[in-house]
Each structure stands twice: as structure tokens, then as C-alpha cells.
């Protein structure tokens, strides 16, 4: 297998660690595989647009969600190190409302999965970093919605102690007991 996976506190959402082949030149590794994918993780998924990101230290992006066209994502970073942030918004969830994170960076390759009906965003911690995620449903704006990032609702533990850079839309987002939700 390319790669191994490893359920986070919301079993839905995984990590997956590839299996990195390196020596004095570099190193090689598979960053996908379709039919390697569905076994390891048994998700039958059709990724349908690829989308990179470059950010700058500080920059917090999300929580993002679509309320229609709801998106898997699988992210990873390429360049630098983030903080990257799943939050349950299934009202029927045994999780709901509950968040997980990971470190992502270009030095330990690790891959997030990230299941339709839930809000994503990550924080950049090195001097930048490029992100990069697949997508199960195409980019609908009318439907992107904003989870505010730091509800005490639900208390995510960023690990930064600065005051992040936001656009606009996130500054504005919605407190959980505001926000659009899936059933």
C-alpha cells in the first residue's frame, strides 16, 4: 500500500501517511491512487477538481462548507506547515459539533480526509505554505458558507497565540448555533 490510515478522535475523518521513498536525491511518493484509496480507506469517492493555495505566515482559511454540494476533501500541504481543522456539522452525528486537527507539512506528507458535512480550514504556521486539496463536488459560491473560526461553541485549540490574517467572509463567519447545518 502507498500509504497507511489512521481514524482521528471523529473516526470519519482520517489521516493517511503515504509511504515516502528517499535517498541522497530526494524522494518519491505516491500522493493518490484511486483503487489504492478505496481499499485502505473503503470510500468509493470521485474527486472532480484538484485546487492550491499559497498563503502567507499567519493566514487562516475557513471554516469552510458548502450547505448544497457538500465536499470531500483530501488535503495536504507541499510547502511549509499548517494547522488544518474538521468540524462535525451533522446534526445527526454522534460527533456534532466536535473538531479534530492535524499538522500538515511538506516535511511529514501527511494527507487529510475530510468528509462531505463538514467545515474545513487550517491555520499557516511556517513563513508560508502551499495547500493543496481535492475536491468530491465542484466549487458552488451561492452555497459556501462560513463556520466562525474561533466559537467557544466549539472550541477549537489553535496553536497560535497572534491575532490570524482573515478575509472577510471568515471574519463574518457564523457561530455554530447560527451556521447553516446538514441533518
Known amino acids: 500500500m502507498p500509504y497507511t490510515v489512521t481514524p482521528t478522535a471523529i473516526p470519519e475523518v482520517l489521516v493517511l501517511t503515504p509511504k515516502v521513498f528517499g535517498d541522497a536525491r530526494g524522494f518519491f511518493f505516491e ?18 477538481q484538484d485546487n492550491h493555495s499559497k498563503s502567507a505566515h499567519g493566514v487562516l482559511r475557513g471554516l469552510h462548507y458548502q450547505i448544497q454540494h457538500p465536499q470531500g476533501k483530501l488535503v495536504r500541504v507541499v510547502q511549509g506547515t499548517v494547522f488544518d481543522v474538521a468540524v462535525d456539522l451533522r446534526k445527526s452525528s454522534p460527533t456534532f459539533g466536535k473538531w479534530v486537527g492535524e499538522v500538515l507539512s511538506e516535511d511529514n506528507h501527511k494527507q487529510l480526509w475530510v468528509p462531505p458535512g463538514f467545515a474545513h480550514g487550517f491555520v499557516v504556521l511556517s513563513e508560508s505554505a502551499e495547500f493543496l486539496y481535492k475536491t468530491t463536488d465542484y466549487w458552488f459560491p451561492e452555497h459556501e458558507r462560513s463556520l466562525l473560526w474561533n466559537d467557544p ?16 467572509k471568515d471574519a463574518a463567519g457564523k457561530p455554530l448555533g447560527e451556521a447553516d447545518l446538514f441533518d
Open 153 to 168: 461553541a466549539v472550541g477549537i485549540e489553535w496553536p497560535f497565540d497572534f491575532a490570524p490574517q482573515l478575509a472577510a
Open 31 to 48: 500522493s493518490f491512487n484511486a483503487r489504492d484509496f478505496a481499499q485502505v480507506t473503503g470510500l468509493d469517492v470521485e474527486f472532480v
